[in-house]
DNA sequence: TGTTAGCAGTCGAAAGGTTAGAGTGCTAAC
DNA sequence: GTTAGCACTCTAACCTTTCGACTGCTAACA
């Protein structure tokens, strides 16, 4: 059912005064809100019917009005419908800029960044890319038959698997398998790894089941490895009264102590560009709210950033600041003034 | 002053006491855990008589009484100098023993388990080692005299950085460098590099320039580094009654949330072996205690593992767990009866 | 039919008052 | 030096009262 232009206008008021203040809001607040000339007792008689609607609810009788679920939802549509506001958030470009670069640092400063302009916590999923590289297989005989093999990854040490070895090939047989081996795998990925396995016939042929068994061992590895969860600025939930009880708090807390399960949770909605949900996303109880964004680097899909806070967030800022960062990391945005200065080295990455 | 036996006894008891129930204690109580017949009228003059020494506080005139900063350094005193409780803490080995291994996934699993097992926030630092290993150098001529140097390390990469070369050294010069500084650097340490330096003369002089403008650029990567900050079980902080008021758990959370200066606070006491720090350690402003442990594996020092929680901690617990996880770490603790059984395979490493 | 002023009614938050009980310090006796 | 006894203090819990913020309703008005 449609609302009538009044009672969005209305709603829309209610809402963001109540992003705003956190109290209930009265009838004589949307008055004074309201721009045109309007009785407080006509606004009255529209909450009533919008809480009749159930966009509205009140604590008690003789208080303001808070806005429901549905009401964010509605007030949400409008936000990304609308033109996203100009924000230009500080600092991202600084350290992506800088000479040195070390993606965790990358991916922590960044948290830091969004969590900082929008006042919220601020969480980053790395998504496990099941393309690992290695850096050095080793294949070492233990008795006739099998031998135990030991690969270096970039990101840890797959060790201690016995692989069963073909008998009788003479007695150089696993120090040269070794070497082949290794020279197929070391500084490449697996994936580059497996796209080469056409080629190696011919007078590779006699390790080709080794070969097979390693790619096995680093496949199941790969299934293994989990995203990695980044999360800043846990302390500024305090800057929300919806934290100051502490039970609120606990739950909140308890949230970003399981990494796994907030890692999930981010990871959701993963074919939406930007994702806003509201209110108890599954698995948190108090009334939170999500928003996520994919974000990539140079076209590949590297994770998701996002900010998790009260119901009552501030969704225009939020969408916004994760808008804008989402087009720093694809080269989209504009540098500024001093910026453009020393823009060629920059653009270098 | 030496403390006479009874006060010494009573203080004990009733730190114990209150580091139990998170309430002040009252003569009776401390009557009822006495062991020996002896009436509250005495113990309560003992208690005044600690209280005078400053041992001892009471929150109002007819509550009990609650230890202070130095009570607790006594206590920790005597815990330290007594026999370490043996505990042993489930599944540290789990993960060790297993055949994939990530060293992040080490830590916060570490770091996890001290955290289940003494119900306190734990925290782990690793230090910066300053030996990276560098993977590629690459140099690119721009223009005549100069080049750009890339250097991939371990962690991370080290661009856009210009170094000025020879000129008149012929056209192939830069290429010829490129391989050459390659290989000296590829797949090495920084300090395995440094001490390769005296044989680079000879047929290397020509490249002998770039080699150093290369190290300089190592040593302030390295310089730049900073230790790694884990932080896992900051829920567990809701356990405890200190935690209750929303200001304290603010402090906290606070504290945990800015990374650099906890890492500060971790390593400052570098030199102790398990070091106890009771309340207010510079720039916690709740009395908070940390007890943390230098760890290292394969003699080699790693970084340190601790716990943070309320002054009211059971530093007995704590002090053990630590300084068991300590032993598994340096290979010192005896394995479980199931575990001796696949013993053999479990020990490589 | 929609809007508005006026007013009675409801409810929470704050402030003040009372009570019960826990624990002390002091005193006097042993 | 130790102990029983007792008066005293102070908090936490509970009640009560008051104040004021808002509402819903009603009746009048355009």
Do not use: W
């Not at 549905?70 to 991202?92: D, H, W």
């Not at 070492?140 to 692989?163: H, Q, W």
Request: glycine share 8%; proline share 3%.
């Amino acid at each position: 059912m449609e609302l009538s232009s009044r009672k969005r206008k209305i709603l829309g008021l209610l809402v963001e005064r109540y992003i705003k203040t956190a109290e209930p809001v009265s009838s004589g607040e949307i008055k004074s809100l309201y721009g045109e000339e309007i009785s407080s007792a006509t606004i009255r008689s529209e909450l009533a019917a919008l809480e009749e609607l159930g966009y509205l609810v009140q604590p008690h009788v003789s208080a303001g009005r808070i806005p429901t679920e549905p009401a964010y939802k509605l007030y949400v549509e409008n936000v990304l419908a609308g033109e996203k506001k100009e924000i230009r958030v500080a600092g991202v470009r600084d350290y992506l800029g800088k000479k040195i670069v070390e993606i965790e640092d990358v991916v922590r400063n960044t948290a830091r960044v969004i969590s900082d302009a929008t006042n919220y916590t601020s969480v980053i999923v790395i998504k496990n890319t099941d393309d690992i590289r290695i850096r050095e297989v080793k294949l070492v005989e233990v008795d006739a038959g099998r031998a135990l093999v030991v690969i270096i990854t970039d990101s840890g040490v797959i060790k201690d698997n016995i692989i069963e070895i073909p008998v009788n090939m003479g007695s150089g047989y696993v120090t040269a398998a070794n070497d082949v081996i290794n020279d197929l795998f070391a500084g490449k990925t697996l994936s580059e790894i497996k796209s080469q396995n056409a080629d190696i016939d011919g007078e590779m042929a006699p390790y080709h089941d080794i070969f097979d068994k390693i790619i096995n061992l680093l496949e199941e590895y790969a299934s293994g490895r989990h995203d990695k969860v980044f999360v800043e600025g846990t302390s500024k939930m305090f800057h929300h009264p919806e934290f100051a009880e502490i039970s609120t708090a606990r739950e909140f807390i308890t949230l970003l102590d399981e990494k796994e399960k907030l890692g999930e949770l981010m990871t959701a909605d993963d074919d939406i560009e930007l994702s806003v949900r509201i209110g108890k996303p599954d698995g948190l109880n108090g009334n939170c709210s999500m928003v996520t964004a994919r974000y990539s680097i140079g076209g590949a899909e590297i994770g998701k950033a996002g900010v998790i806070g009260p119901e009552r967030m501030d969704y225009d800022k939020v969408v916004s600041v994760l808008h804008y960062i989402q087009k720093v990391f694809n080269g989209e945005a504009e540098p500024d003034e001093k910026e453009k200065k020393n823009g060629e080295i920059r653009k270098r990455k």
